[in-house]
């Protein structure tokens, strides 16, 4: 049985990587695979064959991995196993038969990844907030501008007017 790791979820969903006995993951140039999300470490877990199954082990004690919902350091994978790392970034274990891979039901995202979910919503709602409300203050800025403008150019014109002793009634009655 070959494994394949499928992204479900990040920068790299839809891609599906296969390995037969071992695959360190992250960000540096030693990893076999290498990813550019964020938060992922230059040598961030491996998944590795033993004599009895397939293992994640994560290579740093501050990385962040979690198996089926549950964070962990390493753990024996299972056949349709879901695992995050870092942030966004959620993959599946999947164990093949010959050239096909199995079918498996969809598994529902654990409380935590709904939880991590939730929170980047939210922190997008308030970056989509915050950016509206700057715009806001540019438009008002923008026409605070706009009158203070015409402000100086009404004026300008006034005291060329008084200088001159050409006033504006003058020039407009002439015409």
Request: charged share 25%; net charge neutral; with cysteine.
């Amino acid at each position: 049985m070959a494994p394949i790791i499928s992204f479900e979820e990040g920068t790299y969903k839809g891609t599906k990587v296969r390995f037969k006995n071992l695959m360190i993951v992250g960000s540096g140039e030693n990893a076999n695979l290498k990813l550019q999300e964020e938060k992922i470490a230059p040598m961030h877990l491996a998944f590795i064959k033993g004599n009895d199954g397939f293992y994640i082990i994560s290579l740093d004690a501050n990385n962040y991995i979690t198996l089926n919902g549950e964070v962990v350091q390493n753990g024996r994978l299972n056949n349709g196993d879901i695992i995050g790392i870092a942030e966004n970034c959620i993959l599946k274990f999947i164990l093949e038969n010959g050239d096909f891979a199995q079918s498996l039901p969809e598994q529902k995202n654990s409380t935590l990844q709904k939880k991590r979910i939730d929170k980047n919503k939210a922190m997008d709602q308030e970056k989509f907030e915050k950016e509206n409300q700057l715009t806001e203050k540019k438009s008002k800025f923008s026409t605070v501008v706009s009158i203070v403008g015409w402000f100086i150019i009404v004026l300008f014109i006034l005291l060329s007017s008084f200088v001159t002793g050409v006033y504006i009634t003058e020039i407009i009655l002439k015409a």
